[in-house]
Each structure stands twice: as structure tokens, then as C-alpha cells.
């Protein structure tokens, strides 16, 4: 199994940055993809960030040129730099990889962290 932690949310007003880091820990063989999704107030998740083991990164458009995904792969963490955030950017956000266990190598599975709470005021 792969447990993943958030951390980095709170509260900030418009204009402001914050930093989102996920931390995997378990049984990792590998760690493929990592990804930030986020879900606002009354509405569905909604991918943020990837990044693949290759260091290959896609954005959502709502997210270009203010969030920077970047990963620590000797760690095995994953983080959301955002800048510019704007209240449309509110809403929980979750860490989400695709990983090989020790016990499982040949099949990559997703997890998902808990999610952290980015509130963005006017």
C-alpha cells in the first residue's frame, strides 16, 4: 500500500501564494504519474497539475503560468506552487499518484491523499 499526505493549505487573499506539498511513503516500488486535483464548493474534481516520471508537466488552463507542479523523486513528494491565486481557485485539494508496490511491481494503482483546503478571499 501507498499512503499519501497533503500539507501547504490554508487561508489567503487574492494575489498571494502557497505551497502544497504530498509526501508518499509505503511500500513504493515506483512511482509513476503524480498529480494535484482539486474540488471546488458544490462542484466535481478537476485536474490541476501532472507530472510524469519524466518530468513531463500539464496544466489546466484555469491554472497556466500561476501553478508550478514539480516532484522530489528520491523522496517521493509532489508540489503546488501557487501564485496569483484568485477565490475561484478555493475549493479542496487532493494529491493523486500511480505507483508499483514492492508486493505488486507489474500493475501501477492509483491513490489518493486526504486533501488539503486552499480558501482563496476576495
Known amino acids: 500500500q501507498v499512503q499519501l499526505v497533503e500539507s501547504g493549505g490554508g487561508l489567503v487573499q487574492a494575489g498571494e501564494s502557497l505551497r502544497l506539498a504530498c509526501v508518499a511513503s509505503g511500500s513504493i516500488f515506483k512511482i509513476n504519474d503524480m498529480a494535484w486535483y482539486r474540488q471546488p464548493p458544490g462542484k466535481q474534481r478537476e485536474m490541476v497539475a501532472s507530472v510524469d516520471s519524466g518530468g513531463t508537466t500539464a496544466y489546466a488552463d484555469s491554472v497556466k503560468g500561476r501553478f508550478t507542479i514539480s516532484r522530489d523523486n528520491a523522496n517521493y513528494t509532489v508540489y503546488l506552487q501557487m501564485s496569483t491565486l484568485k477565490p475561484e481557485d478555493t475549493g479542496v485539494y487532493y494529491c493523486?499518484?500511480?505507483?508499483?508496490?514492492?508486493?505488486?511491481?507489474?500493475?501501477?494503482?492509483?491513490?489518493w491523499g486526504q486533501g488539503t483546503q486552499v480558501t482563496v478571499s476576495s
Open positions: 493523486a499518484v500511480t505507483a508499483q508496490t514492492i508486493r505488486v511491481r507489474w500493475r501501477s494503482t492509483n491513490y
